[in-house]
């Protein structure tokens, strides 16, 4: 029998996701820009929850993500994934991807009360992985599983993307994740994708492209690693490349 409280969390969860008021509350942090001042978006498929942040739900002791509310350049270079992300965009503004430390530190991406780029996810809820899905999510969302979740998070939260990318209009959304090609689609409204790959190591990288939607959109392999992934300072150059030669940061 589901108790009245996971009744009332479950219903406020629902309200903060589909709430364009409350957008905010649900990314990561930095600056969402404006017309008149545009930032890049870096969309990733749904916050990061490390084995150490379960470990420490386990034992009574807060994350430090949620101790750090400001989302600070200290915190996010503890995680591969930002780290990554420091690299591209260290190269796409025409750094080396070596120097990412000195670009977090200089230009404070995602923190807030910074310019210039703002971070937010497809899917609000963090996991450690893709396919979790346990007790405390389902209290929380009232959905049964992940694939009643998603398909939920797509039909009410997908529009609020969509409104927040014509309101705000990013010089470039940065999206992160190939599972999830048509879904960034969908949020940015981008009829076509152009496909690029190129080899490092003998691994083949791929990698989207638009400029027909509602903003500038790139597709890249998720960012944490992987064979097909930007796992390396030599990938990461290659796809700053391909972003910038494809007109897609002017």
């Known amino acids: 029998m589901t108790s009245e409280q996971e009744v009332l969390n479950s219903a406020d969860f629902r309200e903060l996701v589909s709430s364009a008021h409350r957008f905010l509350e649900t990314c990561d942090g930095g600056d969402i820009g404006s017309v008149a001042s545009p930032s890049t978006w870096l969309m990733g498929l749904e916050p990061g929850w490390s084995l150490r942040d379960q470990l420490r739900k386990e034992e009574g002791v807060v994350a430090p993500r949620d101790l750090d509310d400001s989302y600070s350049v200290d915190l996010q270079l503890g995680w591969p994934f930002n780290r990554t992300a420091f690299k591209l965009l260290s190269a796409i503004d025409g750094g080396a991807p070596e120097d990412y430390v000195e670009f977090a530190r200089r230009t404070r991406p995602f923190e807030r009360g910074s310019k ?79 496909e690029h790959s190129f080899l490092v190591n003998g691994r083949k990288k791929r990698m989207f492209v638009s400029a027909g939607g509602v903003v500038p959109l790139v597709v890249l392999p ?24 494809s007109g897609m940061t002017r």
């Open 222 to 245: 998720h960012l944490s690693g992987g064979p097909g992934g930007l796992n390396s300072n030599a990938a990461v150059s290659q796809a700053a490349r391909v972003i910038v030669e």
């Open 116 to 194: 210039g780029y703002f971070k937010a996810n497809l899917f609000p809820v963090p996991f450690k992985n893709l396919e979790a899905w346990d007790e405390d999510a389902q209290r929380s969302t009232g959905f049964d599983s992940k694939a009643a979740y998603q398909a939920w998070v797509r039909q009410v939260r997908f529009p609020v993307l969509s409104s927040q990318l014509e309101l705000h209009r990013p010089k470039l959304l940065i999206a992160t994740g190939m599972a999830h090609l048509q879904d960034f689609q969908a949020v940015a409204k981008a009829p076509t994708m152009l």
